[in-house]
C-alpha cells in the first residue's frame, strides 16, 4: 500500500457547477491531501453522462451511474436501462447509483414511481453484478424492504450519507452491505451518527463528502470537496479510538473490497 494515497470519498458529485468549475485545484488539493479514489455517482442522464466523462479525463475519478428517486420521473423504462448497461460496461463504471428512496418532499416523484424505478435498478444492478448506492431520506422501512427483495448479496452496496439510528444501521449491516458518513459526523450537534459510527465494524465503514454538499467542521458552510474527506476520518478514527492512519487504511480497503476496484499498490 502507498500510504499518500489512502484518503478515500466514496460519494461527491464533481459534475455539480461549483465543483466542476474549478475541478483541476479541487482534485490538486485533494492530492496533496493523500486521496487515491474518488467516486462520483449519477442521479439522471446528464449528470450520470458527466461522472463517465470526468472518470475518462482524471485517473482517480470513478463514475456510478443511475436516476436519484427525486429524478424518477425523468426514468423512461428500457431506454434508460439500455443507457446504463452501455455506462455500465466501461471499466471505470463501479457501480449503479445513487439509487433508492425520498419522502422528503410529498409526490415529488409519487412514491409509486420511486419505488418501481428502484426497483428496476436494483434488479439491473443485480444483472450486471454491481453494487449499489443507496440514497434514503425519511424512508427507511420502505427501503429495507426493497432491498430485501431486489439486492444481489453478492455486489452488496452502500447507504450513503446515512442518517438512521443504529438499529436501523444492523438492519443494514446483516444485508452484508455498507454505511458511509459524510460531514455531518462532525457537526457539534451530531447526536445518532457517533453511536453509529461506534457499532459498525470497521470492516463496513466508508469515506464520503457529497460534495458539494455538507461540508463538515471546521469548514462548515462552504462549498464542500473531496479533500474534506480527512476531517470526517479524523473524527471517524477519535470515535472508533484507532490511529488516523489504520481508518484511512481500513476504509481504502472497504472502496476496493466493495466497488471491486484496486487503486492502490
Same mark, same amino acid.
Given at each position: 500500500?502507498?500510504?499518500?494515497?489512502?484518503?478515500?470519498?466514496?460519494?461527491?458529485?464533481?459534475?455539480?457547477?461549483?465543483?466542476?468549475?474549478?475541478?483541476?485545484?479541487?482534485?490538486?488539493?485533494?492530492?496533496?491531501?493523500?486521496?487515491?479514489?474518488?467516486?462520483?455517482?449519477?442521479?439522471?442522464?446528464?449528470?450520470?453522462?458527466?461522472?463517465?466523462?470526468?472518470?475518462?479525463?482524471?485517473?482517480?475519478?470513478?463514475?456510478?451511474?443511475?436516476?436519484?428517486?427525486?429524478?424518477? @420521473?425523468?426514468? =423512461?423504462? /428500457?431506454?434508460?436501462?439500455?443507457?446504463? &448497461? +452501455?455506462?455500465?460496461? !466501461?471499466?471505470?463504471? #463501479?457501480?449503479?447509483?445513487?439509487?433508492?428512496?425520498?419522502?422528503?418532499?410529498? @409526490?415529488?416523484? =409519487?412514491? /409509486?414511481?420511486?419505488?418501481?424505478?428502484? &426497483? +428496476?435498478?436494483?434488479? !439491473?444492478?443485480?444483472? #450486471?453484478?454491481?453494487?449499489?448506492?443507496?440514497?434514503?431520506?425519511?424512508?427507511?422501512?420502505?427501503?429495507?424492504?426493497?432491498?430485501?427483495?431486489?439486492?444481489? &448479496? +453478492?455486489?452488496?452496496?452502500?447507504?450513503?450519507?446515512?442518517?438512521?439510528?443504529?438499529?436501523?444501521?444492523?438492519?443494514?449491516?446483516?444485508?452484508?452491505?455498507?454505511?458511509?458518513?459524510?460531514?455531518?459526523?462532525?457537526?457539534?450537534?451530531?447526536?445518532?451518527?457517533?453511536?453509529?459510527?461506534?457499532?459498525?465494524?470497521?470492516?463496513?465503514?466508508?469515506?464520503?463528502?457529497?460534495?458539494?454538499?455538507?461540508?463538515?467542521?471546521?469548514?462548515?458552510?462552504?462549498?464542500?470537496?473531496?479533500?474534506?474527506?480527512?476531517?470526517?476520518?479524523?473524527?471517524?478514527?477519535?470515535?472508533?479510538?484507532?490511529?488516523?492512519?489504520?481508518?484511512?487504511?481500513?476504509?481504502?480497503?472497504?472502496?476496493?473490497?466493495?466497488?471491486?476496484?484496486?487503486?492502490?499498490?
Amino acid at each position: 500500500m502507498e500510504r499518500g494515497k489512502m484518503l478515500t470519498d466514496t460519494h461527491a458529485h464533481l459534475d455539480d457547477e461549483k465543483l466542476r468549475s474549478n475541478l483541476d485545484a479541487v482534485l490538486s488539493r485533494a492530492r496533496d491531501r493523500g486521496m487515491g479514489f474518488i467516486l462520483n455517482p449519477g442521479c439522471d442522464y446528464e449528470t450520470s453522462g458527466a461522472a463517465v466523462e470526468l472518470s475518462e479525463q482524471y485517473p482517480e475519478v470513478y463514475a456510478a451511474v443511475g436516476f436519484h428517486p427525486m429524478d424518477a @420521473d425523468r426514468f =423512461d423504462g /428500457e431506454p434508460a436501462l439500455n443507457q446504463l &448497461r +452501455e455506462w455500465a460496461a !466501461l471499466p471505470k463504471t #463501479l457501480a449503479i447509483g445513487e439509487i433508492g428512496l425520498d419522502y422528503h418532499y410529498p @409526490d415529488n416523484p =409519487d412514491r /409509486e414511481t420511486q419505488h418501481k424505478v428502484f &426497483r +428496476e435498478q436494483l434488479d !439491473l444492478a443485480g444483472q #450486471l453484478g454491481l453494487p449499489v448506492i443507496i440514497h434514503d431520506r425519511e424512508a427507511h422501512k420502505d427501503s429495507l424492504d426493497i432491498i430485501r427483495e431486489g439486492l444481489n &448479496r +453478492e455486489a452488496s452496496g452502500v447507504f450513503h450519507a446515512y442518517s438512521g439510528s443504529v438499529e436501523m444501521a444492523r438492519d443494514i449491516l446483516d444485508l452484508g452491505m455498507y454505511i458511509s458518513i459524510g460531514g455531518p459526523l462532525t457537526f457539534k450537534n451530531a447526536r445518532k451518527t457517533p453511536d453509529v459510527i461506534a457499532y459498525t465494524p470497521l470492516d463496513r465503514i466508508l469515506l464520503e463528502t457529497d460534495a458539494p454538499y455538507m461540508a463538515p467542521e471546521p469548514v462548515r458552510g462552504t462549498v464542500n470537496e473531496p479533500s474534506n474527506t480527512w476531517y470526517v476520518a479524523k473524527r471517524m478514527a477519535e470515535i472508533k479510538q484507532i490511529p488516523l492512519e489504520k481508518l484511512l487504511e481500513a476504509t481504502a480497503e472497504n472502496a476496493q473490497r466493495l466497488f471491486n476496484v484496486k487503486f492502490m499498490k
